[in-house]
């Protein structure tokens, strides 16, 4: 149990009348990293919304290292520990690109509102720490050239990668990234993908991602679950979900 | 601190000791008249107004109609206690000023805990609706001076002193917005979805920027009672709310360096404009409406003015490297 | 009988601003604007009447509310132009520049008005001088009764031309999606400029009315009438017609017995406190639907 990094019990949620997501069980161990699959529209990116506290789920539990998230707020869902990135990019585009790190990293810091008016020694303590601890994280990106652009000058590959770097910024122990190679040439998914496995074995973190491109999903999941209207449809080792009849038959239904 | 960084706090502080040098020596002289003063005044009061409604407008990114409201919260502080107690002299005043901008500081807290929760033309609406109900209660009760307005608030009309209020007042809040809080607010107005899911608590970020915009707004408050001496509450309709809203956006949301220049050019040129006093509205609205529909994005865009950005280019001319990092 | 006569009176003043408010609901739900000058064009039509019925209308024999003419092709005529050429041009820019020009236009016709006519308010005599009528022993004034009934009549043919007819039904499909109503053929530009016509033409018939309970005009009789009907449609719910009735009416009332019954000092306040309350139990109005933002 106590290496339950998360844990959903029956989680779902209702607009109005469609019942997006539905009795969805998932248990991730400290260090997995697991794909969850699935057509458009089958709930995957309102999983994510659950368990980020962005929508309030109608029924189930989610546990968080064995403390119950629910009714919690997202900026307070970041200190425990989870951070995600978005299907369509959301990064604070006039904000430097070193500052979209800052931002996310604002939660660890401490110097006070009148500190901050005044310039007094904490704050330019604090500010070069962060600063530092930016560097480092859009060093591991290769981004830290870029440390002073708007991030809405980036291409949009970088810009994809700056959300996860973001989202590295808050110190996760789990990270969600929703769809991370949409848009991505095959170069780019290659080096992506070298990340993704470079966050996970360097800093431990565990992930949860969303994606369509299966040669992500079979290149570095150990895990798979599908989802489709909103149920589990299987769930397991990558190679025997792709056999699976029931999945081939959800993504061919749907024209995938 | 870096041996850079002091080094553009001195030229930033040296500019400011010479732009109040030309301006005393200019009124020494007598070049500047008595009426040029008072208009140089109305700049200071109006500067801080502009840059405390950018804290909202320009800087989380809300449309407020209702910063004259805030403003009169503060000039009525300042006049009842300059009235009330009598300290009087620069002392009364720096005390009735800061009273002031805490007066409408607390009221910012208790409009923008509830109103904050609507968004975009919901916003803009209820703050005028807050901002037209204290006009209202003011003049309802007997407390304030009723209609009738407050009179006889002592005269504080002393340049060197609002230069430096105001001065002072543009530093802090540039400061503070170029602080983790600041930049809190900032991602809130990018996208508050993405701040929320950063760590940051949207509804005290939220809060605390409307607080600190009311806070500066009502020293402004305070420190046009104190020049003026008597007010009433019609003033600071939604009109007046109006008016700083266009200083802002015509200056570049999000800009101290064009929320000042614009309170500048927006205070002397209608001024100025006096000779042609009957046709002086008609330009100024005509004015306001080509800005908008040839520069939407205000005369500045989001663009500072970076003394860094200078010392840097001289650097490089000169051959040394550059200066790294904001303000 | 007093509380019965003040209730009327509420429903005259608010069947104004139920007419006012459809004018701005109906540009806020297709071009999300709020048309500050749409209170110019009330103003406007105010002197419009006032002027016919001096100049012209006092020489004949014709009745006074013939002026009902002139001011609604003056105040259509108008809205058109400043959609046309302070609106239009400034569709794709962010919605602040949008306020901000709309603040300029209201602005500009205030003072232009100021500057041609001056600030002094010109007055006429009444427009509907029938005796009044006898109810549950009240009287009531012909005005009120006209009032009420053109704004019943007025929003129902409004309800019955944008769920019946094509214009009608382009006008609700622009103001879900402009780049699916354009893809289904019908021309976002016209939509827009009939919009802002057909509240404008609305606005003309709430200036004569207007006009018959306080008859006289003045450069910014406008602003607060104006800002006034904006609340109410923002109570009843933004872009629904419903809305801006009941929004209207509910203000016109609340309005008429503060000022009988508490104080008509405070009348303005409790308005908006009333505006402020709404939003904050319901933040999309009375009629309005709550929506998830989708993530
Ligand atoms: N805020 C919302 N309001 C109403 N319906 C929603 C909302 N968010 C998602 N949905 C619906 O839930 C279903 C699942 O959506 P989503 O989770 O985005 O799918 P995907 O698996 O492609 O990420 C879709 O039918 C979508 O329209
Ligand atoms: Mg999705």
Redesign the interface.
Known sequence: MSNHVLTCNNVGIRFGGLQAVQDFNLQIEDGELIGLIGPNGAGKTTVFNLI?G?YEPTEGEILLAGTNIIGK???QI??YGI??T?QNI??????SVL?NL???A??D?R?S?F?????LGN??R??DE??DKAIEILDIFGMSKHA?KLARSLPYGEQRKLEIA??M??DPKLLLLDEPAAGMNPTETDELMDTIMLIRNEFGITTLLIEHDMRLVLGICERLMVLNYGKVLAEGNPHDIVNDQSVIEAYLGKGE | ?SRNKRLIYLINIGLVLILFAILTILEASGVFTRYTMSILRLVCINVVLATSLNVT?GNLGQ?TLGHAGFMSIGAYTAGLFAKGVEIGGQNGYLIGILLAGICAGIFGIIVGI??L??K???L???T???G??IR??I??FDFTGGAQGLNGIPRMQNFSVMFFLAVICVT?MY??MT??????V??IR??E??????????TYYKT?AFTLSAFFAGIAGAMYAHNIGTIGASVFN??KS?DI??MV??GG??SFTGAVISATVLTIVPETLRQFN??R??I???L??MV??FR??GLLG?KEFHITKVVDKIKTKFGKHSV??GS | MNFLLQLLNGLQIGSIYALVALGYTMV?GIA?L?NFAHGEIIMLGAYTTVFTIQLLLAQTDLPYFVAIIPTIVICTLIGIIIERL?YK??RN?????????A???S??L???M??IFGAQARSVPSIFHAKPLDFFGAKISVTTVVTIAVTAVLTILLQLFIKKTKYGKAMTATSEDYGAAELVGISVDRTLTMTFAIGSALAGVASLLYVSAYPQAEPMMG?MLG?KA??AA?VGG?GLIPGAVLGGLILGIVEALTRAFI?S??S??IV??L??LV??IK?SGLLGEDRK?K?
């Open positions: 980020t962005v707020m997202p900026h970041v200190r951070a995600r978005f959301r990064l604070f585009d006039h904000l500052d800052k931002v996310a604002n939660k810091m110097y509102i500190s901050g008016m005044f310039r704050f330019w604090e500010e962060i600063k002073n973001r989202a910024a808050t | 601190m407008v449309i509830p109103v929760r609507l975009g033309d919901y803009a609406i209820v005028l609706a807050f037209e109900i209202v209660l003049e309802y802090l400061s503070v602080s983790r809080h600041g930049r809190a900032l991602a990018e996208d979805i993405a701040a929320q899911s950063s760590g940051i608590n949207i605390f939604y009109n109006f809203l266009v956006v015509l949301m999000g009957d046709y509205m008609i100024y609205s005509l306001l409406i908008m529909l939407p994005e989001r790294e990092g | 806020y999300l709020i302070a041009p400034l820019s962010p919605r602040i520049s949008n306020l901000i020009t603040i300029g236009v602005l500009l205030q003072n232009t100021m500057k602003s800002i904006f609340t923002v933004i104080s000092k405070l303005d306040a908006f406190g505006l402020i939003l904050l933040p933002e993530v």
